[in-house]
């Protein structure tokens, strides 16, 4: 570990300016960037490890500045992708846990920064207060706003965020708006965020063709770059949204998808899916052009200067972690940015906003030894980026037979922690409980397995699990109203009704005012055949709240099938 490497006559973008240096050596010594100069004039040590550089270029690591960390099965793809650093947009305990075992050397994967967990519902202004200062005390990085904060509490929140010395980044919150939102120094984390409302104002979240209006682009440009905020452009999710809801057969057909585990590639298909069959032609019709749109405020953002950052909303809505930075990359070109503009929203520009920029982002002596070996000039074509030839990641090199190898141990890998977990819950729930909080964070997987331990050993095992728990442990996320729910949808997409309905009535029990439990119940017993019983809890769903999240489509369900 401690061995120091060289890159020999190697090709250098330094990334502080548009600028390559040829025949250069770069040393690296106990994680860090030591030295960089010509080659001939730069002392290697004796015992370096010597990397050929002829014909290749040594860059910085990339940053991914929207991720959402699913399962730590996942972090080696960041790795072999060349993604040294990863931003975590909706953060729980077990990111800050991973985070630490990686910078331990413990665990092998990007550096990890993170926003506490979202900001997704309007609260009091002392409520978000509290929830900011509960963040900033567990160590998170930032605060992730959301569409539903308010217009009272959204000034006390980003206050209390910025005396805390958090990083704010996130939607545009819809009721404060766009311009409260540029006011208050907030980042944004899609361009799509723009076009929602600084393009549509005072219309929530209806897409209507006539928003996408070119002639109002440099003025917004303006207006984003005079804020002073950083913007995460996110095109190539959004490209992957329209593709999905277009041709969704062609987008599982994708190259990369089988890297994802097979609890978040379940998400994706026909039923599951959470764009395809759902949209009317009208909206469609907004999604396919609202697209190039945004490639075109990509670039009119980039020439009124605002610092651009590459992010991809990896891992659980369709890209797939690592491989869809170089997607984004490619856009970034496509939408008329050079490749140095590419790169530097993948290194400089990030390492800015996160306030470290002595710390990472460039080649240069005391940076972060975060690398990547590539062959060709990036600069002419930015593709290259896409042909490593090795990555170190905090001084530690993986050349391309390293990164080959630990990419074809992932599936493998995402199917042992399943299988693990299958084999705890039948032996000891508590532990299975409690490893769920700590590899499934967002709560993606642990319905998956209990679908398929409750396919094994009948519907009743369900209870019994959650009776356990309640007693043991109190805290387990399995417990929770979330968790239940997605476990119902999973059972109901395996077409296991028992075990579905068993799941959706046990939600409703231990959440008796949760309109969308009613909801969900009576969406599992439509899909049943029990019409009568879905009537019943769509009615029931309704009275708990007149205009909760699915209502619209609960009434048009119930005029569907009258009694
Ligand atoms: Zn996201």
Redesign the pocket.
Known sequence: MDRPVAFMDVAVLPMDSERRLEHQVVVVQAGRITALGPLGRVRVPRNALRVRGAGRTLLPGLTDT?V?LATPTELPLYLVNGVTTVFN?DGRPAHLHWRQQVEEGRRLGPRILSAGPTFSEAMTPAAAKAKVDAIAAAGYDAVKIYNQVGREEYPALIAEAKSKGLLIMGHVPRKPGFEATMAAGQSL?HAEEIVYTAFNPGVEETFGLAALDEAKLPAVARRVAESGVSVTLTLTCFHDIDRQARDLDAFLKGPNIGYLPAWIQAGLRPGANRYHGRYNPTDLAFIHAAYPFQAKLAKALSDAGVPLMTGT?ATNIGPVAGFSLHQELEELVAAGLTPFQALRAATTAPAAYFRRPGEFGMVAPGQRADLLLVDGDPLKDIRRVRALEGVMAKGRWTDKAGLASLLAAVPAAHAALRAGLVADFATDPVTAGRRLGEEDPLGLLGGDVLAEVMTREGAGVYGRILDVLRQADPASPLLKEEVGNNLGYALLQRRAFTQALAVFRRVCTDFPRSANAEDSLAEGLAKSGDVPGGRAHYRRALELDPAYGNAAEARKWLEAHPD
């Open positions: 929207h959402h947009l984390a909303d």
